[in-house]
C-alpha cells in the first residue's frame, strides 16, 4: 500500500451514479486511474463497465435519457467544466468491436486531427500518421500501403488501426472496452503485448470480463458488480483477495 | 390433406402474381386505349401544347386513317411542363426540409422525442390528398395572394420570370409547396432509415475522436447516406410526378395557354386527366379518351422509371464497404 501513495492518480471518480428512468447503472462508484499504469475495470456482463468508460470521456452525455451525478476529476479539473471535444481527444476510447470508417487506412488515422481542425502540412500529416500506425504495431504488416481501405483489414489490425487512430490524437489515457473479445488468439495475443508497450506512454484503462488478459496487463484491477465498486487491489494483491465478492467473481469468470 | 396443401400452394402462387400481373395488364389497357391517338397526332403529341377536343357535334373525319371530330388537335407539353415544374419546386423546397429534420432527429433529439416526432412525420404522409388541397385554396392561396407573390414580383423582378402580374394564388407555387408537404415525409423516412442503419459503434467511435455532432451529421451524410439522400428524393419525386387531387385544386387548371412568370397558373398531366375525363367520354369518336389514355401512359412511364430508379439507388444500402468485417 505504502508504494501505491506515490503513483500518480490521472483520473479520480467520486460517487458516480449513472441511472436512466427505469433502472440505476452505476450506484455510487469510488476508484482512481493510476498515471502510466494498465488499470483493469472487471466484472460480469451488464455490470455497468462500458458505462463507465463512456461517462469518463463523456460519450453518456450524448444519450439524454441518461442521468450523471457524482464527480470525475481529469487531472484534477471536473470533466464537466472540459470541453468535450478536448476531453474526448486526452481520453481516446477504443470499442469492443473494431469500428474503423469506410475509408482508406490514412484517413481512418487522420480523421480525428482532421475533424478538430489540426492544420498541417502534408509532410507533418504524414509524419504523424505512420508514427501512430507504428505505435499501434501495424505500419510494417501494412507494408507502407495506407490507401487500403480500413474495413477492408482483418479483425485483429482493424482494432489496431483504431487504436492508431485514438494515439494520433496525444491522448494522456487510452481507454479499451473489452478490446480483444472479438478477436482470435493470435490478434489477441498482439494486442496484450501492445497494451504492455502502450502503458510506457499513456495511462490505460481497459475494460473486460477476461480474467486470463487481466492477469497479463494488469496493474490495478477494480471488481464491479451490478452497478456498484466492490473492490480493488494491484495485480498479484487482486487475485489473492480474500473477499467473498471476488473470489466468487474469479471462480466464475475461470 | 394432401389435396388441401396443393390448393393452398396453387393459391398462394396465384395471389403472389396478382401484384406483376395487375401491372402489366394496367398499363396494357391503357396503352390499347391510346393507340388511335399516336395514329392522329403522331410525334406532333410531344411537340405542341394546345389541347383541342374539336367539334363534337359535327361529323367526324378521318385523319391518318382514325376518325376525329374536326378541329381536333393534342400535344402534351403544357401539361408536361407543368408536373416537371410543380414537381421540381416540390423537391427544392422538400429536400433541405427533410434533411434538416434528419439531423436534428437523429443527432439532437432525445430518443423519446425521436420517437415521437418519427411518428408525426409518418402521420403526416397519411393525411388524404384532398385535405391538403381544401388547405391549399383556403388558406395558402390567399397568403400567397395577398402577401407573398406580390412582395416577390416587386423585389425579385430582376430574375427572368420573376416580375409580373400576380392574377390569383393558384399555380406554380401553391402546387409545389402543397406537393412538398406530401413527399417530405417520403425523403424523411428513407433518410433517417439510413442514418439508423449506420452502427453504433461508427457513430460514437466518431465522437469520441472529438467530432461535433454537425460533424458526425456532414461525415454520415457524405460516407453513409449519399445513395439514400438521392434514392428517397427520387421516390419523392415519383409521388409528386403522379399526384393529383390537391394539385388539380391549387394550380389554377389552365388547358391552352402557357405560363408566362413563376406566379402564372399551370396544369400537369395528373390532373389534366381528372378535369378533361369529363367531356371526354363524349366524344363518339373515343378519340379525345385516346389522347388522355396517351397522357396516361407518358405520366406512368415517367413516374414508374422514377419510383423504379430511386429504390434502386436508396436500397443500394448505407453501408457498403462495411460488412465486410
Given at each position: 500500500m505504502e508504494e501505491k501513495n506515490k503513483v500518480e492518480k490521472i483520473i479520480e471518480i467520486g460517487s458516480l451514479r449513472v441511472e436512466t428512468k427505469s433502472k440505476v447503472?452505476?450506484?455510487g462508484v469510488d476508484l482512481n486511474i493510476f498515471k502510466n499504469n494498465v488499470n483493469t475495470i472487471v466484472g460480469?456482463?451488464?455490470?455497468g463497465k462500458s458505462t463507465l468508460l463512456k461517462a469518463l470521456n463523456r460519450l453518456?452525455?450524448?444519450?439524454?435519457?441518461m442521468r450523471i451525478s457524482g464527480d470525475i476529476l481529469f487531472e484534477k479539473r471536473?470533466?464537466?467544466?472540459?470541453?468535450p471535444v478536448e476531453l474526448r481527444r486526452q481520453v481516446g476510447l477504443v470499442f469492443q468491436k473494431p469500428n474503423p470508417f469506410p475509408m482508406s487506412v490514412y484517413d481512418n488515422v487522420a480523421f480525428g486531427l482532421r475533424v478538430q481542425g489540426v492544420k498541417l502540412k502534408k509532410e507533418d500529416m504524414d509524419r504523424l500518421v505512420s508514427q501512430a500506425l507504428g505505435d499501434a504495431d501495424l505500419f510494417e504488416e501494412l507494408g507502407g500501403?495506407?490507401?487500403?481501405?480500413?474495413?477492408?483489414?482483418?479483425g485483429g489490425q482493424q482494432q489496431r488501426l483504431c487504436i492508431a487512430r485514438a494515439l494520433v490524437l496525444g491522448p494522456k489515457v487510452l481507454m479499451f472496452d473489452e478490446?480483444?473479445?472479438?478477436?482470435?488468439p493470435i490478434a489477441k495475443g498482439k494486442i496484450v503485448d501492445l497494451i504492455r508497450a502502450l502503458k510506457q506512454k499513456f495511462t490505460v484503462v481497459l475494460v473486460t470480463h477476461d480474467m486470463g488478459l487481466t492477469r497479463k496487463v494488469s496493474d490495478y484491477t477494480n471488481l464491479i458488480y451490478e452497478g456498484k465498486f466492490i473492490a480493488k487491489g494491484t495485480g498479484a494483491e487482486f487475485f489473492e483477495s480474500e473477499m467473498e465478492e471476488v473470489k466468487e467473481f474469479l471462480s466464475e469468470a475461470d | 390433406m394432401k389435396v388441401a396443401n396443393k390448393i393452398f400452394n396453387f393459391s398462394t402462387f396465384l395471389m403472389a402474381i396478382v401484384p406483376a400481373v395487375a401491372l402489366i395488364s394496367i398499363f396494357y389497357f391503357v396503352f390499347n386505349e391510346s393507340l388511335p391517338l399516336w395514329r392522329f397526332s403522331g410525334f406532333s403529341f410531344f411537340t405542341t401544347y394546345l389541347w383541342d377536343p374539336g367539334f363534337q357535334y359535327q361529323p367526324p373525319i378521318l385523319v391518318h386513317g382514325v376518325l376525329a371530330p374536326p378541329g381536333a388537335q393534342f400535344g402534351l407539353d403544357l401539361f408536361l411542363l407543368g408536373t416537371i415544374s410543380t414537381s421540381l419546386l416540390a423537391i427544392i423546397i422538400a429536400f433541405p426540409i427533410s434533411f434538416l429534420i434528419t439531423i436534428n432527429v437523429e443527432l439532437y433529439l432525445p430518443s423519446r422525442i425521436k420517437k415521437f416526432m418519427i411518428s408525426m412525420i409518418e402521420l403526416f404522409a397519411g393525411i388524404p390528398s384532398v385535405v391538403y388541397g381544401l388547405w391549399g385554396i383556403v388558406v395558402l392561396e390567399p397568403i400567397l395572394f395577398k402577401n407573398v407573390e406580390p412582395w416577390m414580383a416587386r423585389h425579385l423582378?430582376?430574375?427572368?420570370?420573376?416580375g409580373g402580374e400576380v392574377y390569383?394564388?393558384?399555380g406554380l407555387v401553391a402546387s409545389g409547396i402543397i406537393l412538398s408537404f406530401m413527399i417530405i415525409p417520403i425523403i424523411t423516412s428513407v433518410i433517417v432509415n439510413s442514418f439508423d442503419s449506420v452502427p453504433k459503434e461508427v457513430k460514437e467511435g466518431l465522437f469520441s475522436l472529438g467530432a461535433t455532432r454537425w460533424e458526425v451529421g456532414k461525415y454520415l451524410t457524405t460516407r453513409f447516406s449519399r445513395s439514400s439522400m438521392v434514392g428517397g428524393t427520387l421516390l419523392g419525386l415519383g409521388r409528386a410526378l403522379g399526384e393529383t387531387m390537391a394539385v388539380l385544386m391549387?394550380?389554377?387548371?389552365?388547358?391552352n395557354t402557357l405560363p408566362t412568370s413563376f406566379y402564372s397558373a399551370t396544369n400537369t398531366m395528373a390532373a389534366a386527366i381528372t378535369s378533361l375525363l369529363d367531356s371526354a367520354l363524349?366524344?363518339?369518336?373515343?378519340m379525345d379518351l385516346a389522347a388522355l389514355a396517351a397522357l396516361a401512359v407518358v405520366l406512368m412511364g415517367i413516374s414508374l422509371g422514377v419510383s423504379l430508379v430511386g429504390r434502386k439507388i436508396a436500397g443500394r444500402g448505407a453501408l457498403r464497404g462495411y460488412e465486410s468485417d
Open positions: 447503472i452505476l450506484d460480469p456482463s451488464g455490470s453518456l452525455d450524448l444519450d439524454q435519457s471536473n470533466v464537466r467544466d472540459i470541453d500501403n495506407l490507401k487500403q481501405m480500413g474495413t477492408s483489414l482483418s478490446p480483444t473479445s472479438a478477436l482470435d | 423582378s430582376f430574375i427572368p420570370g420573376f390569383s394564388g393558384a391549387v394550380s389554377g387548371a389552365i388547358v363524349t366524344d363518339s369518336t373515343r
